[in-house]
């Protein structure tokens, strides 16, 4: 393991400006719906009006003689897709396995029945409004009530917690519901696909290009190298973009089907219905504790619906077995089948929604214990992971909840509901703690420095709008001293050497030690280069005797000033370039997590202003402190959590997907009707990063922070709207109506 350099710390953890700002505030970023092609056609799928049952008929003949329309494709046109096997994320991995047109059952509003394909995207709209489709009408349920846990199994459990919980002194036991969530980034999902008679070129919103490539090529029945998958920018993702959904083969038939190139740009409506979203969540906690306020027991049982053709595990239940040092625990999950599309990873899936409940509850035991909830945390601190015996890599969660207090002001709090005043307004304070794996994933990069004193690093990951471009850029100038200006930075490509996906936080921890491997490869051909080059002022020394820094080869005793410009030796070398290779391996079965419990923790501490008399709540400060390891770009990093907490206020207050249980349809399916903060909504933000590099991790010692900060922020949020109103609600989002006559803070 190398050393940390000057060099490098010049760049790394310095705030460094977006390297692809520019092209993205000029417009010239390339997005998929910007991406043209000549010949281009436009395709627009037919979604069903019905959420369960099966289609009857199907008349397209009046749409196929509009003009423009090239084609209806539909079951009996659309050819042969295949199921994927195994379902994996080495291989391939979806959350609606079912292809397109599979077959004529209904199992969700919204399904595609049906596909357009025309000269313009407006010929194919009004040719798919006027496909008609009946149908044989089967019960559905969409409802958001998930039953009783009978069917619940267990995935963590220790000691005897029903023994516990019965004889403690002090306890609660307390049901929490989270709502469907769905992904709204600004972006719309879209496939731009060109079949060029051999293979298959996608230009997909993905945020794991190489899962999309592998999951393509199976439904498709081809070999990895006729698929080819581009995402070049993303307008962000959440998650919904991680894996394929069937609008891409929908894209690919119609590219099939005729002869040439197809773009099919999914609407907001569509959003709501066939990409995704976060499951309804339903978990009961039972917390017991003695006098003291020491755990003696927790239990999680949680539920979440799924769709009818796929499971997907919203995993509520992943931080609960080590937050706290507890003896008594069991934590059990079980799924609950609705006539919805398939869930699928959100934004801090699992996490999120798991520790609005489990830090509910820590609130609730600390009001019920009279102690002051975050002492009530610093007292259950546990010294090991204790569900698994391991050692934490590094935990500084003690930390975030004194700094952020301190930070907050957290020493002036009274506890008495309605009891703080400012300005005429009731005060509510909360905290909330969250935790967040660490994880990485396989990589692989290429860096060539080039003669002409430029360099250029290549790696198939993705930026999803968070500052991947960036962090390249950081980590081949932390190795060469060059400029990230000089730095070409290229991701986004099946061709290119394998990168991890957009998700699980991942990239920056993935790509570390393949980027450096990479860079220092070519740094070393530069350094063995320049001894051996004629006319070299460094003739006859070995690699070992020369150092390269601020983009100059140098004697290791001398200042890089003296030294040379790498582009002159490679020059001289007659070399156009220098070029390196790098690889890492990693995944959910990374052999580091036998020997330790990698996490990132943090602590956010909530302030709402409440207005009685006009029933007016508003999330009015919020800090934030947040133990990530080191963070490599705290200008982009400091974005992330910040994003994060205003979501984290939309989670607490606005968002929730409407079911309409008539027609089973996702009904407040636009940005008019799916209320997410606004600016007037965000409260005022404070973000801290202790900084504490987790270098078992890897040589920088950097976690990931695109999930943590959603974590835990809803709890702080809901136990401020208790402290200023008196009302505790465990249905989220809070809504006005729930806080209508609080009798408390008038
Ligand atoms: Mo994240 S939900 O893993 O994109």
């Known amino acids: ?14 705030p460094q400006a977006r390297v692809d700002g520019p092209l993205k505030v000029s417009g010239a970023a390339t997005y998929t719906s910007d991406v043209d092609l000549p010949d281009l056609l436009h395709a627009v799928p037919v979604c069903s009006t019905i959420a369960s049952g099966r289609i009857t008929s199907l008349e397209f003949a009046a749409a196929q003689s509009m003009p423009g329309v090239h084609a209806v494709l539909h079951r009996g046109n659309i050819g042969r897709f295949y199921r994927i096997s195994g379902n994996s994320m080495d291989t391939g991995f979806v959350d609606e396995a079912r292809p397109p047109f599979d ?38 349920d969409v409802s958001d009530e ?26 609660l036991d307390a049901t929490y519901v989270t709502p469907v969530e769905t992904h709204n980034p ?98 009961r906690m039972r917390l017991s504790a003695d006098r003291d306020g020491k755990l003696t027991s927790i239990r999680h049982e949680y539920l979440n619906h799924t ?99 301190e930070k907050f002001g957290w020493g002036q709090r009274t506890p008495e509901v309605g009891s703080m005043k400012r300005d005429g307004l009731t005060l509510g304070w909360g905290v909330g703690a969250c935790g967040w794996p660490g994880v990485r994933f396989s990589a692989q990069a290429s860096v060539d420095l080039r003669a002409d004193g430029t360099a250029r690093v290549v790696c198939g990951t993705q930026d999803i709008g968070t500052g991947t471009y960036t962090i390249l850029a950081q980590l081949v100038a932390s190795q060469t001293g060059l400029p990230l200006d000089s730095i070409d930075v290229e991701l986004g490509d099946t061709m290119q050497p394998l990168g991890p996906i957009s998700g699980g936080s991942a990239v920056t921890a993935s790509v570390i030690p393949a ?11 530069v350094l063995a280069r320049a001894g051996a080059v004629a006319d070299s002022p460094f003739k006859g020394a070995k690699p070992e005797e020369l150092a390269f820094s601020a983009g100059r080869v140098h004697r290791k005793d001398a200042a890089a000033e003296t030294g040379v410009p790498y582009g002159a030796i490679l020059e001289a070398a007659k070399m156009y370039s220098a070029s390196g290779n790098g690889s890492a391996q990693g995944g959910f079965d990374d052999p580091l997590k036998k020997e330790y419990s990698i996490y990132s923790y943090g602590a956010h501490f909530a302030e709402v202003t409440w207005q009685p008399e006009i029933a007016r709540l508003q999330v009015s400060r919020v800090v934030s402190v947040i133990d990530a390891g080191r963070i490599l770009n705290p200008f982009a990093g400091r974005n ?62 950097a976690r990931g922070i695109a999930e943590i900060g959603l974590a835990g922020i809803a709890s702080a949020i809901t136990d401020a709207v208790h402290h200023a109103t008196g009302v505790r609600v465990r249905k989220l989002p809070v809504m006005i109506e729930d806080l209508l006559g609080a009798e408390q803070g008038a």
């Not at 039953?147 to 306890?171: I, L, M, Q, T, W």
């Not at 199976?218 to 070049?232: C, D, Y």
Request: glycine share 8%; net charge negative.
């Open 186 to 283: 600004i972006e719309l999902h879209a496939t731009v696909a060109q079949w060029d008679g051999e293979g298959y070129t996608f230009y997909e919103t993905s945020q794991a290009v190489s899962n999309h490539q592998g999951t393509l090529m199976q439904m498709l029945g081809l070999p990895k190298e006729k698929v080819r998958v581009i995402s070049r920018f993303l307008g962000s993702g959440f998650g919904g973009k991680l894996w394929m959904w069937p609008h891409s083969l929908l894209a690919a038939a119609a590219t099939r089907h005729t002869g040439r190139p197809v773009k099919l740009v999914i609407n907001r409506k569509m959003m709501f219905q066939n990409v995704g979203h976060r499951p309804v969540t339903q978990q």
């Open 103 to 140: 077959d004529d059952v209904i199992r969700y509003y919204g399904q595609y029945v049906a596909l357009v394909i025309a000269d313009t995207f407006e010929s194919a709209s009004a040719a798919a409004a006027a496909v008609k489709v009946g149908y044989d009408v089967a019960p559905h």
């Open 640 to 701: 992330q959590i910040e994003g994060a907490v205003v979501m984290g206020v939309g989670m607490a207050l606005f968002e929730h997907t409407m079911y309409d249980s008539r027609n089973g349809a996702p009904i407040n399916s636009n940005l008019a009707d799916y209320i997410i903060p606004s600016h007037a909504d965000s409260p005022k933000l404070d973000v801290t990063f202790l900084d504490y590099p987790d270098t078992v991790f890897n040589e920088l010692g």
């Open 307 to 405: 769709a009818i053709a796929d499971d997907y595990q919203e995993t509520c239940g992943e931080i609960t077995p080590f937050l706290y040092s507890v003896p008594n625990l069991r934590v059990s999950s079980g799924l609950v089948k609705r006539h919805v599309g398939s869930p699928t990873a959100m934004r801090g899936p699992g996490a999120v929604p798991g520790l609005y409940g489990l830090e509910s509850a820590m609130n609730e035991l600390a009001r019920e214990l009279k102690i002051d909830p975050v002492e009530l945390r610093l007292k259950n601190e546990p010294r090991v992971d204790e569900s698994t015996g391991l050692p934490f890599s590094s935990r500084h969660l003690a930390e975030c909840l004194r700094t952020g207090a």
């Open 515 to 525: 980027v450096l491997q990479a860079a220092r490869a070519a740094v070393d051909i």
């Open 1 to 14: 393991m190398s050393t940390v350099t000057d060099t490098l710390l010049s760049v790394i953890g310095q």
């Open 146 to 171: 998930l039953g009783g846990y009978e069917n619940a199994h267990v995935e963590s459990e220790r000691g005897d917690p029903a023994r516990a919980f019965d004889s403690a002194p002090v306890k």
